[in-house]
């Protein structure tokens, strides 16, 4: 099953050569999650119910002392032993078996629910801290870009091409950068412990990310027919089979019970007499039959089971329209992150036309620099935007990946 998982999640990881690896992150994190473990030891438990009612009813038991001796032709009785046993009807252990046997197979699929949140979140939290890796370096860059820039404009004002006020908006514009970068080290912190904490490992744990992801030529195609094989809508199936099996137990417990029994009684010798069979003990087999003649009880049973099965059906179909409506969301939302990062990028390349218009007009002695802070600002928006797409598209991945991965 975990190799399925992991192989599940190839697409989402090419390009990670130099990084540590997301499939690493992910196979710890199933092997060390608190979440999985808690569900693995539910299933261990439901299982070990087989053994539980794969027995008949206790064995009885029962001795008895004559306080007043009753007389017989021959001899007093002085006490009695007594034993029974009840059997189930036929199949009836069988049917128990079979029931709890469902419920275990509906349980072990919330195993499998959690091992896909747990690739999906520990996948999200992933891009999140190269999304914002990228983010970092993106402000470094136009930190040293605007330091440039102060440089030109002390230049500027030296031979009073600029004033002392364009300087000022320069360093003005480089501390809200720093502070944005100094913002986002704090984000990346709180995110490395989500990551963290996934893994059930301390939250000061370095993790190494790449600084920049690139949105792939072509999308992997989206198979809707799998989302029918999603583990939560499998489990509705399971339950509506251990109803069935309920069911059936139901029918078997309403037939009788059979018991079988024998009773011992220990008799005294008459004194002073011989004949024949003088203090014979006496030795009684017995059969017992329990029958339900008043039946209400399991014929309710049964009209609940049909209830429920009907209830399954309904949760069942309510899901798939949930499912299906955040996997059509998701489609839309990386297609949409594609649209947007094409956007951006023709927009940044525009913009660096801009700031190479905007240079070359530096050596002519005619630059603006209020023009330049608005193409700067401009190129920054743009590198952004075009970080956040690529990450919305790798976050909408996970989510369809989650929904039809087989």
Same mark, same amino acid.
């Given at each position: 099953m975990k190799k399925m998982i992991l192989t599940g999640i190839g697409f989402l990881t090419f390009g990670f050569s130099n990084a540590q690896q997301l499939e690493t992150l992910i196979e710890e994190a199933l092997g060390n999650s608190p979440e999985i473990q808690k569900f693995e030891l539910q299933y261990s %438990?439901?299982?070990?119910k087989v053994n539980e009612i794969n027995t008949v009813p206790n064995t009885e038991l029962g001795v008895g002392y004559f306080v007043s001796e009753p007389e017989t032709r021959t001899g007093a009785q002085r006490f009695k032993v007594s034993a029974k046993q009840m059997i189930p009807w036929f199949g009836s252990i069988t049917a128990r078996e079979n029931?709890?046997?469902?419920?275990?197979?509906?349980?072990?699929?919330d195993v499998v629910v959690a091992k896909r949140k747990i690739i999906a979140a520990v996948s999200q939290s992933y891009y999140n801290l190269c999304a914002n890796r990228a983010k970092q370096k993106v402000l470094v860059q136009n930190i040293e870009l605007l330091e440039s820039y102060e440089t030109m404009a002390l230049t500027s004002v030296e031979v009073s091409k600029a004033s002392a006020v364009d300087v000022l908006r320069l360093?003005?514009?480089q501390n809200e950068l720093v502070q944005l970068k100094e913002i986002l080290a704090q984000q990346y912190l709180a995110?490395?412990?989500?990551?963290?904490?996934?893994?059930?490992?301390?939250?000061d744990v370095v993790v190494n990310v790449v600084d920049e992801l690139t949105i792939?030529?072509?999308?992997?195609l989206v198979d809707v027919e799998n989302l029918s094989l999603h583990p939560e809508l499998i489990k509705y199936d399971k339950l509506y089979q251990s109803v069935e099996q309920s069911e059936l137990l139901n029918?078997?417990?309403?037939?009788?019970? %059979?018991?079988f029994g024998l009773d011992y009684v220990y008799v005294d010798k008459r004194p002073n007499m011989e004949f024949n069979d003088n203090g014979k003990d006496i030795v009684m087999p017995m059969v017992a039959v329990s029958i339900p003649i008043f039946n209400k009880k399991y014929k309710s049973q049964t009209k609940q089971n049909e209830l429920q099965q009907q209830e399954l059906m309904a949760q069942k179909q309510q899901r798939l329209n949930k499912l299906e409506t955040v996997l059509d969301k998701a489609v839309k939302d990386r297609t949409t992150a594609r649209i947007s990062y094409g956007t951006q990028s023709k927009n940044l390349r525009q913009a660096n036309d801009a700031?190479? %218009?905007? %240079?070359?007009s530096y050596e002519t002695g005619t630059i603006d620099f209020n023009d330049v802070l608005d193409i700067q600002e401009l190129q920054l928006k743009f590198q952004m935007n075009q970080i956040e797409s690529v990450k919305t598209y790798y976050v909408q991945s996970t989510i369809i990946n989650y929904l039809t991965r087989q």
């Amino acid at each position: 099953m975990k190799k399925m998982i992991l192989t599940g999640i190839g697409f989402l990881t090419f390009g990670f050569s130099n990084a540590q690896q997301l499939e690493t992150l992910i196979e710890e994190a199933l092997g060390n999650s608190p979440e999985i473990q808690k569900f693995e030891l539910q299933y261990s %438990i439901v299982s070990e119910k087989v053994n539980e009612i794969n027995t008949v009813p206790n064995t009885e038991l029962g001795v008895g002392y004559f306080v007043s001796e009753p007389e017989t032709r021959t001899g007093a009785q002085r006490f009695k032993v007594s034993a029974k046993q009840m059997i189930p009807w036929f199949g009836s252990i069988t049917a128990r078996e079979n029931y709890v046997s469902t419920l275990a197979d509906a349980k072990y699929e919330d195993v499998v629910v959690a091992k896909r949140k747990i690739i999906a979140a520990v996948s999200q939290s992933y891009y999140n801290l190269c999304a914002n890796r990228a983010k970092q370096k993106v402000l470094v860059q136009n930190i040293e870009l605007l330091e440039s820039y102060e440089t030109m404009a002390l230049t500027s004002v030296e031979v009073s091409k600029a004033s002392a006020v364009d300087v000022l908006r320069l360093q003005m514009r480089q501390n809200e950068l720093v502070q944005l970068k100094e913002i986002l080290a704090q984000q990346y912190l709180a995110e490395r412990t989500t990551l963290n904490k996934l893994l059930n490992r301390d939250k000061d744990v370095v993790v190494n990310v790449v600084d920049e992801l690139t949105i792939p030529s072509e999308s992997t195609l989206v198979d809707v027919e799998n989302l029918s094989l999603h583990p939560e809508l499998i489990k509705y199936d399971k339950l509506y089979q251990s109803v069935e099996q309920s069911e059936l137990l139901n029918q078997k417990e309403s037939l009788p019970i %059979i018991g079988f029994g024998l009773d011992y009684v220990y008799v005294d010798k008459r004194p002073n007499m011989e004949f024949n069979d003088n203090g014979k003990d006496i030795v009684m087999p017995m059969v017992a039959v329990s029958i339900p003649i008043f039946n209400k009880k399991y014929k309710s049973q049964t009209k609940q089971n049909e209830l429920q099965q009907q209830e399954l059906m309904a949760q069942k179909q309510q899901r798939l329209n949930k499912l299906e409506t955040v996997l059509d969301k998701a489609v839309k939302d990386r297609t949409t992150a594609r649209i947007s990062y094409g956007t951006q990028s023709k927009n940044l390349r525009q913009a660096n036309d801009a700031e190479e %218009i905007l %240079i070359k007009s530096y050596e002519t002695g005619t630059i603006d620099f209020n023009d330049v802070l608005d193409i700067q600002e401009l190129q920054l928006k743009f590198q952004m935007n075009q970080i956040e797409s690529v990450k919305t598209y790798y976050v909408q991945s996970t989510i369809i990946n989650y929904l039809t991965r087989q």
